[in-house]
């Protein structure tokens, strides 16, 4: 029996929460795809909605790595370290992204749930798996936080997305104003 084992559970609740909340975001944009678009509308796309799509992407791949039947965790370390290098180079893409976008201004909430939780949940990733070597079980706790954190902050992201769209879009504020979730 391995050290993933007792995490079975854990990565079939988590795993399933990412792949319904991607569903969900789909469902979503095609309820709002109807809507009036504003100038910058896609590069704001880029900048806020993508990156909550690849959370919970990374979130579902975490949890397939996690349970499939490995011999070794170090294998599997192998792959959600690369997912959290990967991760911290896509946030350092979003923060460009955010700060060349014109349709809305950000603030530190944004730049805390587009940016820096999810910047430090990759980090966790890359950090627990050079860490498997000499202390799987910490690692492991590692992974099952930078997982949730991923996951809460995609929540996070697309409700504020959502109200955004229906509360402000809708009723035609300016898109520099504050979001009403804000």
Known sequence: MTALAGWENFYVIVGS???ALIGLQFVVMALIADMPRAPGAAQAGAAFATPTIIHFGAVLLLAA????PWNRVASA???WGLLGL???VYEIIVARRMQVQTAYQPEFEDWLFHVLLPFA???MLAIAAYGTRNHVRAALFGVGTAALLLL???IHN???SVT?????KKQGQPETERRPSE
Request: hydrophobic letters at 65%; a negative charge; aromatic letters at 18%.
């Open 164 to 168: 955004y769209h229906v509360f402000a």
């Open 86 to 88: 990967s991760g911290i």
């Open 77 to 79: 370390a192998v792959l």
């Open 121 to 123: 949940a990759y980090a």
């Open 152 to 154: 809460f902050v995609g």
């Open 65 to 68: 790595i996690l349970s499939a």
């Open 17 to 19: 929460s990412a792949g």
């Open 158 to 160: 697309a409700w504020d």
